[in-house]
């Protein structure tokens, strides 16, 4: 196997230590006697930096030169986490900086912890696309993902007398893994109007006028490839005041207070994260965010294609373009319009590069996460842009008519434009219209949308336009780095580390299922790993937790479609019932750890509640003596990339409960069972998936299927909706003031019991709670219990992002590896 270590790690910790020094000494001129571990965390960074950065070099060069076929991955969000472990792993030198910084003083997981997460995600969407730039550098695929520099990612969580409170997360003070290219800009226009004029042949040429400008400053991070020598691009765009004659005169004429306000409301595109997660907001400004990287990105992708004189026919076998979800979908317009006013091409020679290039993954069905702009705030902001959406908008509607002659309704309903009282641009037709696939993250959310929301639109391009692309996960971050004691093991068993680079070798590990001193250690390391866990939340939260307890895990956004509140429900349940036993009774039942973390959108009040609830549960239950280990209800504050790589490891069960038909896919369901824990599900997303591959025996499956939703809902309308005996209990514990102020709780009870339960959280209650009983009753079998385990892990060899990487770039941007 190839290791960056022979051409560009450390030859040996020496030589590793003596790159810190002079870091800390030259780079950070500091002195070796009052190096912290914040210094030598820079130090070594910058020394791995040193390392990666000559491979990056390389890479591009070598990209460059032979001129292929390159993917541009765009998304407004990479959950990014840590880059220093990760450069360590992928550079190959990890044991000689743990032992250098042994010799200096330091342990290594103490600096790697002195690392601000890169947090510029929400949650899955921007993790997901993490994880594909980590599967495209380690497939050797020339590939660049281009974002937004947000000063502040993800807002921090602090929990207080049990409520969220938002902290701004500004992550730049020290990040030795990004570069400023003050060389790379690109002025973005906003604003302003059109004029048309005839050139010499009598054609219509449109001219965008009169805008403002603002400057797009590229920041270029590098992703190593893991066991190659392949480094990538992400690259990052930040906003500043262009500079010109304007400002230059103001700051002349002394005008300094007025000079500095425009600068910062250019700084202000590139300020801040939306922390919304499946909720159009419809702000201005985050149409201008959207535009302005869109902008940029296009810019530099069209410059680089122009060096190579080629024509613009060939620009799809050139480009390809992946718009995460449709928040860069105005690239498709942007693209349009640099072809047709820039560079002067036919509308129809334009539009067919352009479907050729662009392809769209859509991420949710979720009515209120589905982009809409009002068309006289893009009007306003993007004049030009409009018109061409109108265009192709008109053109796209008398191909249906053609094909559809006198079918109004369904003209009204394909349409780009949506003819209501404030008309909207919709921004997901837009993106279907103008790509040349469309696909969904797991099969039932692919099917889902060819049979909601796409249906139309299958009718008239037919079935091949849209396919599915099963999500994946890294396996070196969510394997080899959250889980080094197992990923070790399995190298032992399967002969090496070849399973981080084909997943599918962990098969291997099933012929050790019956093998004693493989499930022993096996079981160890869960063991160890819930320690971990256990030891974190007792220096975190002074809460004891005993780690022979089932570790229940549920971190990801709250939102009422994951249930959060069926889980929390059940907790309750589960203390009543407890509560009830007598004594002798109470002795025999299994301790539990319930486990909550997550962050809610900060203007999504039931969210709120949910966190509310499951802290007020948790100040009960941890402090009422009769319970004792029986059962511990914990909120993780501030849930994130670098504690789920603590948390995953640790769990027994992990639940990943959404309505039927809710969750696209879900990915941190694909990292606990990688890691040796089990699923409590709904049929649900890659739930499905996971229990095809690993067997239903070892998934507990419960609740309402995705075909019965509808109407079940329907039902809960007319009034036919009792919400059952085990659920009213718990509502009146709640509403007798069991876990805080009666008021506090009412409308998240009305929403069930009232207001036609539009997550079937009664509908599936009681399956939940029998289904929990399943779990109890098969961890009591821990042999059992372990069998499962292992069976599951080594049937997981699908869920890695380098499967998923490699059906993109087959089936959907036509591009080949650039071998080394
Ligand atoms: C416009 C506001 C907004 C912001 C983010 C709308 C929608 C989003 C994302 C598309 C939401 C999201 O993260 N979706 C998640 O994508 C994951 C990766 O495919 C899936 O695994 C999750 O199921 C899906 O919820």
């Not at 036993?581 to 025999?588: G, Q, T, V």
């Amino acid at each position: 196997a190839w290791t960056k270590n022979e051409f560009e790690g450390f030859k040996n910790k020496d030589e590793f230590e003596k790159e810190v020094v002079r870091h800390v000494e030259t780079t950070l001129a500091r002195s070796m006697f009052n190096c912290d571990e914040t210094a030598a965390y820079a130090a070594a960074s910058l020394a791995f930096r040193d390392r990666l950065v000559k491979e990056w070099n390389k890479t591009q060069q070598r990209q460059t030169f032979t001129d292929t076929k390159r993917v541009y991955y765009l998304s407004l969000e990479f959950l990014m986490g840590r880059a220093f472990d990760n450069a360590m792993l992928n550079v190959g030198a990890k044991s000689i900086a743990k032992e250098g910084l042994e010799e200096l003083g330091f342990r290594i997981e103490d600096i790697i912890g002195q690392e601000h997460d890169a947090a510029l995600g929400n949650g899955g969407l921007g993790r997901l696309a993490a994880c594909f730039l980590d599967s495209m550098a380690s497939l050797n695929f020339p590939a660049w993902g281009y974002g937004l520099r947000y000063r502040y990612g993800i807002f921090k969580q602090e929990i207080i007398d049990g409520y969220q409170v938002e902290v701004p997360d500004y992550w730049l003070d020290f990040n030795p893994w990004e570069f400023p290219r003050h060389d790379v800009t690109v002025n973005i226009q906003f604003y302003g109007h059109v004029r048309k004029s005839q050139d010499e042949n009598g054609k219509t040429i449109a001219h965008w006028e009169g805008g403002e400008d603002v400057t797009a400053v590229a920041y270029d991070v590098p992703i190593p490839g893991y066991d190659t020598p392949s480094t990538n691009n992400m690259r990052l765009w930040s906003s500043k005041a262009a500079s010109g004659e304007f400002d230059f005169q103001k700051f002349n004429n002394g005008e300094y207070e007025s000079s500095v306000a425009d600068q910062q409301r250019a700084e202000t595109i590139s300020a801040v994260l939306y922390p919304n997660d499946n909720l159009d907001r419809g702000k201005e400004l985050r149409l201008k965010q959207q535009y302005f990287w869109v902008a940029a990105s296009l810019y530099d992708i069209v410059r680089r294609f122009k060096k190579t004189k080629r024509a613009w026919s060939e620009f799809p076998d050139q480009v390809a373009i992946q718009l995460n979800d449709t928040h860069p979908t105005l690239a498709i317009v942007e693209l349009q319009r640099i072809l047709i006013d820039v560079e002067g091409l036919e509308w129809d020679e334009a539009w067919n590069i352009v479907t050729a290039t662009f392809g769209y993954t859509n991420h949710t069905v979720l009515p209120e996460a589905l982009e809409k702009w009002p068309v006289g705030l893009v009007q306003h902001l993007l004049p030009r842009h409009l018109q061409i959406i109108y265009d192709i908008n008109l053109f796209f509607l008398q191909a249906v008519e053609k094909k559809y002659p006198g079918d109004r309704d369904m003209l009204s309903r394909v349409s780009i434009i949506e003819e209501s009282q404030t008309k909207m641009v919709r921004m997901a037709y837009l993106a279907v219209v103008g790509s040349h696939k469309v696909n969904g993250v797991a099969e039932l959310h692919s099917d889902l949308i060819q049979t909601t929301i796409f249906k139309d639109f299958v009718t008239i391009f037919g079935a091949d336009k849209f396919t599915n692309v099963t999500n994946g996960i890294t396996p070196r971050r969510w394997l080899h780095q959250a889980n080094p004691r197992l990923s070790e093991l399995i190298a032992k068993k399967t002969g090496g580390y070849g399973f981080l680079k084909d997943l599918t070798l962990l098969n291997k590990i099933e012929n050790f299922v019956d093998d004693k001193e493989f499930r022993k250690e096996w079981a160890e390391i869960k063991y160890a790993n819930k320690v971990r866990l256990a030891n974190y939340i007792k220096s975190t939260m002074d809460i004891t937790v005993n780690p022979e307890a089932l570790f229940d895990i549920q971190v990801k956004r709250i939102h009422e479609y994951k249930r959060q509140q069926l889980n929390i429900f059940g907790v309750i349940y589960r203390y009543l019932k407890l509560k009830q036993m007598s004594p002798e009774e109470r002795k025999k039942q299994l301790p539990r750890v319930s486990i909550f973390g997550g962050k809610a959108a900060p203007g999504y009040w039931m969210a709120k509640q949910i966190i509310h609830l499951v802290n007020n549960v948790g100040a009960v239950v941890n402090k009422d003596p009769e319970i004792g280990d029986l059962l511990k209800v914990i909120f993780l504050e501030d849930y994130n990339v670098s504690k789920a790589e603590i948390i995953t490891p640790a769990s027994d069960l992990s639940e990943h409960i959404s309505t039927a038909g809710t969750e696209a896919s879900g990915t941190s369901n694909m990292k606990f069972v990688l890691n040796g824990g089990l699923i409590i599900g709904t049929c649900d997303g890659a739930n499905i998936e996971i229990t095809r591959e690993i067997g239903q025996e070892n998934i507990f499956l419960f609740g309402t299927l995705s075909e019965d939703v509808e109407d079940l809902r329907h039902s809960h309308n007319y009034g036919q909706h009792s919400v059952g005996a085990g659920l009213t209990e718990v509502f009146n514990a709640i509403q007798s003031g069991t876990f805080g102020d009666t008021n506090d709780f009412g409308a998240m009870i009305s929403a069930v019991r009232d207001h036609g339960d539009y997550y079937l959280v009664s509908d599936d209650f009681q399956s939940y709670i029998d289904t929990q009983k399943m779990v109890d009753d098969e961890y009591r079998n821990q042999e059992g219990w372990i069998t499962k385990t292992i069976r599951s892990v080594a049937r997981m060899g699908f869920f890695s992002s380098d499967r998923c990487i490699n059906e993109y770039a087959e089936g959907i941007w036509n591009v080949e590896p650039l071998a080394v």
